[in-house]
């Protein structure tokens, strides 16, 4: 049996790596497929294209995964890849609800199902907006991403981690003169 993990992934976290090594155990292949919304252009930190490039390079080690995208309703894309299981993951009672809202649609108007498989707890406050948000003031993201995330994070946001090494290197320079 397929199935898809459908999401923005911008980027992906270690709480989706979580969710998809899982997956993978449970079905024969899955699709991680990052949707996307021409009216949306410009509000994500990543387009399309590097968010692509991030996934594949996340996912490369998996034997049953690959990366797609698609544009439109998320039942259209499953009607068109013959694929009828929807993988969503879960942080909280939060996610759930809206989680559960979006599975009858899905289901309602495209005759698909959904499983949710719930993040490992160490995940459960990691979201791609917390990990954009302390990347874009250099904080340290390395357990809470894939090293092709951090490495991305690390790109965009050249500037503010290159300034606050230097803050650090200059306060451990102080530091050796004190002693």
Not at 12 to 17: D, E, L, Q
Not at 47 to 70: K, P, Q
Not at 78 to 94: E, N, Y
Request: charged residues 25%; proline residues 2%.
């Amino acid at each position: 049996m397929n199935a898809v993990f459908p999401g923005s992934f911008d980027p992906i976290t270690s709480g989706h790596m979580d969710v998809l090594t899982r997956a993978s155990r449970i079905f024969d292949h899955v699709t991680v497929t990052v949707m996307h919304n021409a009216r949306k252009q410009g509000r994500h930190l990543f387009d399309l294209d590097e968010r692509l490039a991030i996934l594949r390079e996340a996912t490369a080690h998996f034997g049953n995964v690959s990366v797609d995208s698609f544009g439109g309703l998320l039942v259209d894309y499953m009607r068109q890849q013959q694929k009828g299981i929807i993988v969503r993951g879960l942080r909280a009672v939060s996610d759930y609800e809206y989680e559960l809202q979006i599975a009858h649609l899905n289901r309602q108007i495209g005759e698909v199902e959904t499983v949710f498989i719930m993040a490992a707890t160490r995940w459960s406050f990691v979201s791609s907006t917390m990990v954009r948000e302390i990347a874009s003031y250099g904080g340290d993201i390395s357990e809470m991403v894939p090293r092709a995330s951090a490495a991305a994070l690390r790109r965009k946001f050249a500037e503010v981690y290159e300034g606050r090494e230097a803050e650090m290197r200059g306060g451990q320079a102080e530091a050796g003169r004190e002693a």
